[in-house]
């Protein structure tokens, strides 16, 4: 069992940089793949970023490639999100998720989720 907390979400301008983090309960953490989805007002959830139980594999969407960093500490059972270059079209709700399988970008897969917290860029 895993439990989730975000935090780091905000309201900031076209172009700054947000780190976003994701605390994690239970001492398995480190054998859970991590991800960060996202959902706009009106938008489905989407896959923004993943990283491997141990760290050797990521994966972004397109759309947040070369912008985004996905990160984990595994000794202090937390994941990040460093997020430059931000656009407005990055508002969302952003969402942190486990599951006990390899790295996939769809939702279904992952069992464990936080309560979200909400990015907005101004342009």
């Known amino acids: 069992q895993v439990q989730l907390v975000e935090s780091g979400g905000g309201l900031v301008q076209a172009g700054d940089s947000l780190r976003l983090s994701c605390a994690a309960s239970?001492?398995?953490?480190?054998?859970?793949?991590m991800a960060w989805f996202r959902q706009a007002p009106g938008k489905e959830r989407e896959f923004v970023a993943a990283?491997?139980?141990?760290?050797?594999?990521?994966y972004y969407a397109d759309s947040v490639k070369g912008r985004f960093t996905i990160s984990r500490d595994n000794a202090q059972n937390t994941v990040y999100l460093q997020m430059n270059s931000l656009k407005p079209e990055d508002t969302a709700v952003y969402y942190c998720?486990?599951?006990?399988?390899?790295?996939?970008?769809?939702?279904?897969?992952?069992?464990?989720w936080g309560q979200g917290t909400q990015v907005t860029v101004s342009s």
């Open positions: 998720a486990a599951t006990v399988y390899q790295l996939s970008t769809r939702s279904a897969t992952y069992g464990y």
């Open positions: 239970g001492r398995t953490f480190s054998s859970y793949t």
């Open positions: 990283r491997t139980f141990s760290g050797g594999s990521t």
